[in-house]
């Protein structure tokens, strides 16, 4: 409390901000040799910082990922590989989505929607609507397929609304009840990564996942305001068709439509 009466809490913030940054790069940048010959994982609730990751990246390495459940959730999946890898050979393979939680059918969902008297209506080609009511100003919740595993909203458990309506993203700050530095993200259908994003290059894999910041174009500034932060960062989730081919579904139709990807 006496910090908030001679400091505004954005100056402590940024302090704290750049404290960390100073210190893990410190760390890594005196423990290991030749960094722009390496590939960099990392794994633990601090690496949920997008600007810190960022900021380890631009040490140099080549490639970097962050284990998309990098808080305690993701403690039990090192546990589990620790104890085999003390019996078995393991052989880490590249993920393609973190879809792993529950999932529910049509028909348990009708079950639900009937057992509280709900308005509702089967659409056959969900996604295209759901593109066609984004496209149009509507804020659209989606529920699809199993849920994330870990922290981030990817697609399937998500609120959408276009990325180019400032009015919404005030609106939308509002309902969520979030401060208005804080962003939202912008999915991006991964074709088009280079189009709005400038330093993705060894960031791929960990940007399916919304876990590393990026600078944003000039493209994506102008077409999409509502994605970029105040210092012209976004936090990107690439989405293709193999990944995620639902909401890959969505975004294709949105980007037909609108011409924004």
Same mark, same amino acid.
Request: glycine share 6%; net charge neutral; aromatic share 10%.
């Given at each position: 409390?006496?910090?908030?009466?001679?400091?505004?809490?954005?100056?402590?913030?940024?302090?704290?901000?750049?404290?960390?940054?100073?210190?893990?790069?410190?760390?890594?940048?005196?423990?290991?040799?030749?960094?722009?010959?390496?590939?960099?994982?990392?794994?633990?609730?601090?690496?949920?910082?997008?600007?810190?990751?960022?900021?380890?990246?631009?040490?140099?390495?080549?490639?970097?990922?962050?284990?998309?459940?990098?808080?305690?959730?993701?403690?039990?999946?090192?546990?589990?590989?620790?104890? &085999?890898?003390?019996?078995?050979?393991?052989?880490?393979?590249?993920?393609?989505? +973190?879809?792993?939680?529950?999932?529910?059918?049509?028909?348990?969902?009708?079950?639900?929607?009937?057992?509280?008297? &709900?308005?509702?209506?089967?659409?056959?080609?969900?996604?295209?609507?759901?593109?066609?009511?984004?496209?149009?100003?509507?804020?659209?919740?989606?529920?699809?397929?199993?849920?994330?595993?870990?922290?981030?909203?990817?697609?399937?458990?998500?609120?959408?609304?276009?990325?180019?309506?400032?009015?919404?993203?005030?609106?939308?700050?509002?309902?969520?009840?979030?401060?208005?530095?804080?962003?939202?993200?912008?999915?991006?259908?991964?074709?088009?990564?280079?189009?709005?994003?400038?330093?993705?290059?060894?960031?791929?894999?960990?940007?399916?996942?919304?876990?590393?910041?990026?600078?944003?174009?000039?493209?994506?500034?102008?077409?999409?305001?509502?994605?970029?932060?105040?210092?012209?960062?976004?936090?990107?989730?690439?989405?293709?068709?193999?990944?995620?081919?639902?909401?890959?579904? +969505?975004?294709?139709?949105?980007?037909?439509?609108?011409?924004?990807?």
């Amino acid at each position: 409390t006496p910090l908030l009466t001679k400091y505004k809490r954005e100056d402590i913030a940024y302090a704290i901000q750049y404290l960390l940054e100073k210190d893990i790069t410190g760390i890594l940048a005196k423990s290991l040799e030749n960094i722009h010959s390496k590939n960099i994982a990392v794994a633990g609730g601090v690496f949920a910082n997008i600007k810190l990751n960022r900021a380890i990246k631009d040490l140099g390495f080549k490639k970097i990922f962050i284990y998309p459940a990098m808080g305690d959730e993701g403690i039990g999946v090192g546990s589990a590989l620790s104890t &085999l890898s003390k019996e078995f050979t393991i052989n880490p393979k590249e993920i393609k989505n +973190v879809f792993y939680g529950e999932e529910f059918s049509n028909e348990s969902i009708q079950i639900e929607l009937q057992k509280y008297n &709900l308005k509702y209506e089967y659409i056959g080609d969900i996604e295209k609507a759901c593109a066609e009511l984004i496209s149009q100003g509507n804020i659209v919740a989606r529920f699809s397929g199993r849920s994330e595993f870990g922290p981030r909203a990817l697609g399937n458990r998500s609120i959408l609304a276009p990325a180019d309506n400032t009015e919404i993203k005030e609106k939308m700050s509002q309902m969520l009840k979030r401060d208005d530095f804080m962003p939202f993200a912008p999915s991006t259908l991964y074709k088009y990564r280079n189009k709005c994003f400038k330093n993705i290059k060894g960031c791929e894999l960990a940007a399916r996942f919304m876990t590393i910041s990026c600078d944003a174009t000039d493209y994506l500034s102008e077409s999409s305001p509502s994605v970029v932060h105040v210092d012209n960062s976004a936090r990107p989730q690439l989405v293709d068709n193999e990944s995620a081919p639902e909401f890959f579904h +969505v975004l294709a139709h949105y980007h037909k439509i609108t011409g924004i990807p």
